[in-house]
């Protein structure tokens, strides 16, 4: 693999600010509250990214999603709603074919303190969303715009999903992402790298879990023992559902939170165990949901019942042949680059897996280095942002050159 003149032009051209365009308007982006329960503030960030997709060539679409089920804290099942997800076409009948995806939504809140981007003293860009994956929407679409002045671009088309729910599961969008994993030759996910440039590797698969415990309600005084106390039976779960822990390497089981509870003189009659589980591959997977069944029986009880709702939300991503083939190219890329690339196993989950699951392998860490996501120290480094979209912008030169073999790595994907 070479760095060839027109590469170069391409990757000069977009030097040529230091990435101060591609920095600026993620640190807007981020002032845009895109909570993933924040209706109003997604669709304020939709927009913006609409407009953004609609100066690259091809269509832009907004696609309405499905409802999702949530459990409320009173064991009843209720419709969460979400804004639209934002699909981007490009040449789609190229030769070769990139999925690119990425999520608008953050796990901050409205009601959240944490708002805005501001500079650490360090230099780090410190914020919500300036990671994870604010940044990492704009180095995409830095990149595909820095791509469409390659003389081989036509060579190449592109698939651009990006979705408002990924950070509760990507419930909705699955579909979505399942549908455009069949569609393509390589994937491209922008979720951040670690801060000092690692990508992930394999993946743990994961799963969401929430068991109603419905009981019986009762004076806690004048008819205690009529009672069968939901809040205790729950309690007894919780303790069994924590013992699956180290009964099978790589699988973990997070109890997270227990809703329930009543006035002080009354037996509690509903509770909800609400619960995640990471595993490594299918066949731990199925060792999980079999533990997690057995787990049950702690829970129950004369007069008690118990409801398990949800399950496993994204398979794991093993890193297999095709996978570590893909990893090489994009290590020889950033070699061209001065970027030295390594990767590690990881036990965080994305729409990555989702991907893989459609049988498309892909690089679900090419947003800017970072870390610390998912709390209020998140942060950024500014100069990431030029170096993860001149990667982006590399890897696609290559697709389309065919110096990375993108229907090869597809084809390898599906003989494994």
Not at 5 to 27: N, P, S, T
Not at 204 to 218: D, E, L, P, Q
Not at 228 to 242: C, I, M, P, Q, S
Not at 306 to 315: C, I, N, V
Request: glycine content about 12%; charged content about 20%; hydrophobic content about 45%.
């Amino acid at each position: 693999m070479n760095l060839g003149a027109d590469d170069r032009a391409v990757l000069d051209a977009m030097a040529a600010d230091g990435g101060r365009g591609l920095v600026g308007r993620a640190v807007e982006w981020c002032a845009i509250n895109s909570g993933s329960r924040n209706l109003e503030g997604l669709e304020r960030q939709r927009a913006v990214l609409a407009q953004v997709l609609a100066q690259a060539p091809g269509e832009v679409e907004s696609l309405p999603l499905s409802p999702s089920v949530e459990i409320a804290a009173d064991g009843r099942e209720r419709p969460q709603a979400h804004t639209d997800a934002l699909r981007l076409t490009v040449r789609p009948d190229a030769p070769v074919q990139v999925v690119l995806t990425g999520h608008y939504d953050t796990v901050y809140p409205a009601e959240s303190p944490f708002q805005r981007v501001v500079d650490r003293a360090d230099g780090a860009l410190h914020g919500p969303g300036i990671a994870d994956m604010k940044g990492g929407i704009s180095v995409m679409l830095g990149a595909l715009a820095a791509f469409e002045r390659h003389p081989l671009a036509g060579r190449l088309g592109y698939r651009v999903l990006l979705s408002p729910d990924e950070e509760i599961g990507s419930l909705a969008s699955a579909p979505l992402l399942a549908e455009l994993g069949a569609q393509g030759h390589v994937g491209m996910t922008y979720e951040p790298a670690l801060a000092d440039g690692t990508l992930a590797g394999a993946r743990k698969g994961s799963g969401n879990f929430h068991v109603v415990v419905r009981g019986r309600a009762a004076h806690a005084g004048r008819d205690f023992h009529l009672g069968r106390n939901a809040v205790v039976a729950a309690a007894r779960l919780a303790e069994a559902l924590n013992a699956v822990n180290g009964g099978r390497e790589g699988v973990t089981l997070n109890v997270a939170r227990i809703d329930g509870g009543s006035p002080l003189n009354m037996v509690p009659d509903v509770a909800v165990v609400r619960f995640n589980v990471r595993f490594p591959d299918a066949e731990a997977g199925a060792w999980t949901r079999s533990a997690v069944e057995a787990a049950l029986e702690a829970g129950k009880g004369e007069g008690l019942s118990l409801d398990l709702h949800g399950g496993f939300t994204r398979p794991a991503k093993p890193f297999n042949a095709a996978q570590s083939r893909l990893f090489e190219a994009v290590r020889a890329a950033g070699r061209l680059l001065g970027q030295d690339i390594g990767w590690k196993p990881s036990g965080g989950v994305c729409e990555g897996n989702n991907l893989f699951a459609a049988g498309l392998p892909n690089v679900d860490t090419l947003g800017v280095r970072g870390g610390d996501i998912h709390s209020e120290n998140e942060y950024a480094w500014p100069e990431s942002f030029l170096e993860r979209a001149q990667l982006s912008a590399l890897i696609l030169m290559k697709l389309a050159a065919g110096e990375i073999d993108g229907p090869g790595l597809r084809a390898a994907m599906e003989n494994a």
